[in-house]
Structures are given as structure tokens and as C-alpha cells.
């Protein structure tokens, strides 16, 4: 008898349908599983005829031949346990029900019949319910992953024996209740502005990167609190919508990164790889071409700490990134297009030791080495970053002070506000921000009267700006003025915008 059973796989962050086919036949004893299936999918032969025997079901003694389709799609992982051994069931005639062929099942199974957690859930339980399935199985450890979809049941089951009486109507299951996609979001693991003494410009500037998107590298000697202002960013950072929501969830689902108990990232991402992270630990890769560092900052923010102890060739591949918002993995078994756009936050001393420039304290370095720890950094990834802030060391009375700065929460409220103005702005494209937009809308939004124009063009002679650069002053100071409340752009947003662009070229030239 064959047996048909839905099931789903995974191509970068989207599912998408693989029809478990099982037939028996008479023959040598054995089981056959075909369909281009990895290792561990090929393993699963020995994980379902386990899990049939420990569950209490009896095992054939002929020839089971296991077709996953479509046959010229590469299979990874175990999900398809699940599956293949409720398709031996039913083509044993051990289990017959009306629920099996219109119900979707993924899972992997422990040798005693267990339903074991599989990565990438959630992309799974959106595809099946935008091909019109009503019913999905998965496993029990995944059921807070499954509660953020609505539009599809999902049953969540902790092992084989209680799936197939499930479907044999022998017990009674409820599907997982949807949740609302908020009700997980918390911003504890940022840091307070409040407790930031002094630095009232890199305030500024962190506060109009979060409004506007930009990216931003603050350059300063150590101590000087870079560290701490990068940390306070996600509690300064707007909301994000259902949407964003979903799709950064996707990424860490595939991922398999996603936090505990709670299924699902309701906040903006904030990833900050160590120094020695690899190019494939930032781009992705691997045999399963899995999601890497810049994928999973995906709709939050990159943090790299000492960007120049980061190799060159590493800092190099985040230029396609920053331009597309995409990233393309490509391995020998197939290609993945993972979603890319987050905002890159970055920070530095001025030379090795720390102290060019400093106040307190000597500079011990030659010029050689502090020209040799700067062309670590090259001249295009500046140029791709939005904001250049200096950061200043801290008094020791700014540091006693017993007084707080202005608080997070309030930044945050302010930030909102420039954002909504944003998202009407771009209702209808795909930006959603200022430093997303396209060059049709950057003439449409951000033009300049005449004295906003005569500064630029003073400036663009003068500092000998780059045709990106002059772009994202324009954006930046768009952001500004969203933040004054202003529809126009004047001359005092892009003088202040100008101030942003100004270091590379005092410590690069």
C-alpha cells in the first residue's frame, strides 16, 4: 500500500513542501530512502524502525522504499522522522484516518518515540499556511515558536504513540493558542542612557543613527564609555512591526538560535561578534548553508567592538550587505539568499595604544604604526558608515556627578516619532527608513534651499566627499530635521550632518 504524507523543508528562511511518499513491498527486508536526503535523513531508517518498536507497533519484514519529492531538491535534517514513520503505519494498515493526508507533520524522533525539536519551525508553519493547509504537527518543544501564526491550527504532540492517537480520535487535542506578537518584547537586556556621564555629542549622534537607521563608528581612546553608548542602542531603537517581526523570528528559527521559552524575537537583534569571528561566521555558510552574524542582526544592529583588530578581507565582505540589505551564501550543494539589514555600529581607538589625541595621556606609537593600524580599516567601508563620532575620554566630575542624564525611555519616544514620520513618508515602498532610501526618493525628500545647497557644495570641495558620502549626509540630515519636526531640510541639519563626516578625514588623510 503507499502512503502519501505532507511534510515541509527548508530553502533559506522559507518552507516549502515535500510529499513523504512510502510503499511496501515484498523482498529482501530493508528500508530505502531516496529523494537526494542528507546523512541525517538517510539515518532516519534506523531512528522511525526504533521508535515503531519502542512505541508498541509492530515492524514489517519487507521492503520499504521512502521517496521524498520533489526528488531533485537536497533533504537536510531529521524533521522527516515524523512523517516517513506514520507513512509505515499507514501502508502496514496499522493506522487509518481521514486527517492523515490533509495535515502537515514535521519532527524528529528519539529512539524510544519521542518528537524531538527541529530548527526553522516557524518559516514552515507560514509556508504551509499560505499553500491553504488548516492543520500542521509539530513537535512539543516547539510549540511557543508555533504560537505567533494565526490562519493555521498547529498541534504541538511530545511523542509518536500520542500523534497517532490523535489522529485515530482516541484522544482529544487542542490546537496552540495564537499569541500576539508583542507580548514577548523586552528591551531588559539594554543598557540605560541615564547612566552614561557625560559624552552629550555621542548621545546625539547614537539618538539620530536610531531615528534615521544610519550606521555609526565612534573613535575614541579606551575608557572612554564607546562600549556602554553601542550597548544602550536596542533600548533607544523603535518598535518593529508584525512584519519585522516575523522575518527576524524566521532567521533565528532557521538558525536555531532563538530564546528559550519564548519562541519568538520581539525585540530588534543586537549581535556583537568577537574580533576573531570568521567570514563565514559573519556572512554564513557551512554544509547547510546555515544564516551567519549579519543575517541574524537582520532589522536590529551589528555591533563590532575594535573594528581594526577584525582582519581586512573580514571587514570587506560587510560592503555588499550594507549596500543590497541581502547577503547570497553559495556552496557547492546550492545557493541561499538570506535577508541582511541591520545597522552597523562600530568602535575603535584612534592608534594601537589608544591615546592619539587624548588629553591625559602620551601617545606611544610612531606614525607608521598608527598608519597601519588605521589602513585595516579601508576607505569604501568608511564610507558606507553614515556617522563618524569622536568620543572624548570622562572627567572625574562628570563621572562622581550624582546627577542622570536623560533616560532611554525618552530617547526612545522621540525616535518613534521620527520613525512614524518615516514610515508615512515611505507607505508603499520598501523603504522603511531614511537610510533606506532609493535615489528617486532621496531628490524627492530631501531637497535643500539655497543655503543648505551652498554649504554642502563648500563642503563637498573641501573635505573631497565621495558621491556616497553626499548621499548620506543628505539622509542624515533628513533624520535630523524628522527629529526637529521639520519638513524641510535647512542649512542647520546639514551643517550638523556635515560634523558627522568630517573625522575619517582628519584621522585617514
Known amino acids: 500500500m503507499l502512503a502519501k504524507i505532507k511534510s515541509f523543508g ?59 519529492a520533489p526528488a531533485d531538491t537536497k533533504k537536510e535534517g531529521s524533521l522527516y522522522d515524523l512523517p516517513i514513520a506514520l507513512g509505515i503505519l499507514y501502508a502496514t494498515e496499522q493506522i487509518s484516518s481521514d486527517m492523515l493526508f490533509d495535515t502537515v507533520f514535521v519532527g524528529e524522533l528519539s529512539l524510544n518515540g519521542d518528537i524531538g525539536k527541529v530548527n526553522g519551525v516557524l518559516p514552515m508553519i507560514i509556508a504551509a499556511r499560505q499553500l491553504g493547509y488548516k492543520r500542521m504537527v509539530v513537535p512539543k518543544a516547539n510549540e511557543s515558536e508555533a504560537a505567533y501564526v494565526g490562519g493555521i491550527s498547529v498541534y504541538a504532540l511530545p511523542s509518536l504513540r500520542e500523534t497517532v492517537a490523535f489522529l485515530s480520535g482516541e484522544i482529544e487535542v487542542k490546537p496552540v493558542a495564537v499569541k500576539d506578537v508583542y507580548s514577548a518584547f523586552s528591551s531588559a537586556g539594554s543598557e540605560d542612557l541615564k547612566y552614561v556621564k557625560g559624552q552629550l555629542a555621542a548621545r546625539r549622534a547614537l539618538e539620530i543613527a536610531a531615528a534615521g537607521g544610519h550606521n555609526i563608528l565612534m573613535i575614541g581612546p579606551p575608557g572612554g564609555g564607546k562600549t556602554m553608548l553601542a550597548k544602550c542602542l536596542p533600548g533607544i531603537l523603535p518598535d518593529m512591526s508584525p512584519d519585522e517581526v516575523l522575518e527576524t523570528t524566521k532567521i533565528h528559527s532557521v538558525a536555531g538560535v532563538l530564546p528559550g521559552g519564548v519562541g519568538i524575537v520581539a525585540s530588534r537583534p543586537f549581535r556583537a561578534p568577537h574580533h576573531t569571528a570568521t567570514r563565514v561566521a559573519l556572512t554564513g555558510g557551512g554544509a547547510n548553508a546555515r544564516p551567519g552574524e549579519i543575517s541574524l542582526a537582520h532589522n536590529g544592529v551589528l555591533f563590532l567592538d575594535e573594528l581594526p583588530e577584525y582582519t581586512r578581507a ?114 508603499g515602498s520598501a523603504a522603511h527608513c531614511n537610510a533606506q532610501m532609493t535615489n528617486a526618493q532621496l531628490i524627492e525628500f530631501c531637497a535643500l534651499d539655497a543655503a543648505g545647497e551652498s554649504l554642502l557644495r563648500t563642503a563637498f570641495g573641501k573635505l573631497g566627499l565621495s558621491a556616497r558620502a553626499y548621499t548620506r549626509i543628505l539622509k542624515v540630515a533628513r533624520t535630523i530635521a524628522d527629529l526637529a519636526g521639520s519638513d524641510k531640510v535647512l542649512k542647520n541639519h546639514v551643517a550638523e550632518a556635515l560634523q558627522y563626516r568630517s573625522l575619517d578625514r582628519s584621522y585617514w588623510q
Open 10 to 68: 527548508l530553502q533559506g528562511i522559507d518552507g516549502y513542501e515535500v510529499s513523504v511518499e512510502t510503499d511496501i513491498n515484498n523482498g529482501l527486508p530493508g528500508t530505502d530512502i531516496v529523494g537526494l536526503p542528507d546523512t541525517a535523513t538517510k539515518e532516519s531508517k534506523e531512528r522511525v524502525r526504533s521508535a515503531l518498536k519502542n512505541s508498541g507497533f509492530r515492524l514489517s519484514p519487507r521492503r520499504i522504499t521512502v521517496n521524498l
Open 314 to 427: 573580514t571587514l570587506e565582505i560587510l560592503r555588499q550587505p550594507l549596500e543590497d540589505g541581502k547577503v547570497v551564501v553559495s556552496r557547492a550543494a546550492r545557493t541561499v539568499e538570506y535577508p541582511a539589514r541591520f545597522m552597523l555600529v562600530a568602535s575603535m581607538n584612534p592608534c594601537p595604544c589608544g591615546n592619539l589625541g587624548s588629553e591625559t595621556a602620551e601617545c606611544t606609537c610612531t606614525p607608521a604604526q598608527v598608519a597601519r593600524y588605521l589602513s585595516r580599516v579601508s576607505g569604501p567601508l568608511l564610507d558606507r558608515i553614515d556617522i563618524h563620532i569622536e568620543v572624548g575620554g570622562v572627567t572625574y566630575d562628570e563621572l562622581a556627578s550624582s546627577s542622570y542624564g536623560e533616560s532611554s525611555e525618552k530617547v526612545r519616544a522621540r525616535v518613534n516619532e521620527a520613525r512614524a514620520v518615516q514610515l508615512r513618508r515611505f507607505e
